[in-house]
C-alpha cells in the first residue's frame, strides 16, 4: 500500500515539474508577445504621428506647411537682359499664400551658385526654388513644381537663358559667323539689308500670340523707329499644330520660292492676321501675289519645301534654343551677338532689349 501511494506521489511530482516547466515556456512565449506588441504599438504610434503630419484632426484635410516656413530662393543672372525676373519675382510675393515666406535671391555669380545649378540639372536662368511644394496654395503654384535632387523644387517659368553657354564681354551668346550668314542667306528680309541688327522671329501660322504680335503692328512699330538699323526676317517654326501647320508653312515657302520677298511676307501678315493658313486660304493668298496656283500645288505635293521647313525648325531649336513661338533672336550683324526673346512682349520691351544689342 505504502509502495503505491509513494508511486502515486512520485507521479504527482513529475506532472508537478512538466507543468512548472510548461508554465514557464508559456512565460517565455507570453513575454516575447508582449514584446512584439510593444513594438508594433510603438511603430503604429509612429505611423498615426507621421500620417497625423499629413492630415488635420478633421481627417481629410492634407496638412500644409505655413507659409513662415516657406523659402523661395529666386537665382537670376545679372547679364540676362531679357529674364524679366523682378516682375517675375513681384507677382510670386503678391500671392497671399507666400506673404509670410521667406525670399532669398542669388546670382549665378555668388559662390556656390555654380555647383547648386549643376547638381540640381538646372540649365536655364532665372530659376525659382521651393523649400517644399506642400503649400496652402489652392493648386497655384504646387502642381507646377519640380522635384530637384536636393529635396528642394523648382517652378517651371519657361526659362532659357543658358549661364553655362560661353558668351562674349557684354554677357551676349555669339554665334559663329558662317553659319549666321548661312542663315540669313535662305531668309526672306524687311528693312535695310545693311542694317546693324536682324530680328530673327521663329513663327507658326496657328500660333494664338503669333497671330497676336502681327496684329498689334509690333514689328511695323519697331522697324519704322528703327528704320535703317534693324531688319526682320520670319521663319516657321512648326509647333503643336502638326500638319495644319506644316502645310501652311510649306506653302509659304513656295510662295517665297516662287514669288520672293515681297510675295512671302505679304502672305504670312495676311494669313497672321485673318487667323487662317488654311491650304485653300494660302492658296488663294498666293493667286493675289500674282502667282500661278497649279505651280504652288505642284510645289506643296512634290514636298520641295519639306526640308527647308524641317531645317529652320532644327535651326531654331538647335542653334538658338527657341523652345515655343514665338521665339525673337535680336542679332548685332557686326559682332555676331545675340539674344533670344521668348514668347509675344510689347513694343517697347523689345526696344529695351535692341538697344542693349547695339554697340
Known amino acids: 500500500m505504502s509502495d ?44 498615426a504621428f507621421y500620417v497625423g503630419t499629413l492630415y488635420n484632426k478633421w481627417g481629410n484635410t492634407p496638412w500644409v ?9 529666386i537665382i537670376d543672372d545679372t547679364r540676362c537682359t531679357e529674364c524679366q ?23 549665378f555669380s555668388d559662390a556656390g551658385m555654380n555647383s547648386f545649378l549643376e547638381e540640381n540639372n538646372i540649365t536655364a536662368l532665372p530659376a525659382i526654388v521651393f523649400s517644399t511644394n506642400i503649400l496652402n496654395d489652392g493648386g497655384q503654384i504646387a502642381p507646377y513644381l519640380t522635384a530637384l535632387p536636393g529635396w528642394e523644387f523648382s517652378l517651371a517659368l519657361g526659362s532659357t537663358f543658358d549661364p553655362f553657354a560661353e558668351r562674349s564681354a557684354r554677357g551676349f551668346l555669339k554665334l559663329d ?11 526672306y528680309l524687311r528693312g535695310a539689308p545693311d542694317a546693324e541688327l536682324t530680328w530673327i522671329e521663329y513663327t507658326d501660322l496657328n500660333c494664338h500670340y503669333c497671330q497676336l504680335m502681327e496684329s498689334d ?7 519704322e523707329k528703327y528704320d535703317g538699323k534693324l531688319s526682320k526676317v520670319t521663319h516657321n517654326f512648326i509647333g503643336v499644330w502638326g500638319q ?9 515657302e513656295c510662295i517665297g520660292k516662287e514669288g520672293g520677298t515681297t510675295a512671302y511676307n505679304a502672305v504670312l501678315s495676311t494669313a497672321l492676321t485673318s487667323k487662317d493658313s488654311s491650304e485653300s486660304a494660302m492658296l488663294a493668298l498666293a493667286v493675289e501675289q500674282g502667282l500661278d496656283e497649279a505651280t504652288i500645288k505642284s510645289c506643296l505635293d512634290n514636298g520641295d519645301m519639306r526640308e527647308l521647313v524641317a531645317k529652320r525648325f532644327a535651326t531654331g531649336q538647335n ?22 526673346i521668348s514668347w509675344a512682349v510689347p513694343a517697347a520691351s523689345f526696344e529695351t532689349v535692341i538697344e542693349s544689342v547695339m554697340q
Open 4 to 47: 503505491k501511494i509513494s508511486k502515486k506521489i512520485e507521479e504527482n511530482a513529475q506532472h508537478i515539474n512538466e507543468n512548472s516547466r510548461e508554465i514557464k515556456n508559456n512565460t517565455k512565449m507570453v513575454h516575447v508577445l508582449y514584446i512584439i506588441i510593444i513594438l508594433l504599438m510603438m511603430i503604429i504610434s509612429g505611423l
Open 65 to 73: 506647411v505655413q507659409a513662415e516656413d516657406v523659402t523661395v530662393t
Open 85 to 107: 525676373t523682378a516682375e517675375v519675382v513681384w507677382q510670386i510675393k503678391a500671392l497671399p499664400f507666400l506673404a509670410a515666406a521667406e525670399f532669398v535671391e542669388k546670382d
Open 177 to 187: 559667323v558662317a553659319e549666321a550668314k548661312e542663315i540669313l542667306a535662305w531668309s
Open 217 to 223: 503692328g509690333t514689328a511695323d512699330t519697331l522697324l
Open 244 to 252: 495644319k501647320s506644316q502645310t501652311g508653312a510649306e506653302i509659304l
Open 319 to 340: 542653334t538658338f534654343g527657341v523652345t515655343g513661338t514665338p521665339g525673337n533672336i535680336i542679332i548685332n550683324n557686326t559682332t555676331w551677338e545675340y539674344t533670344l
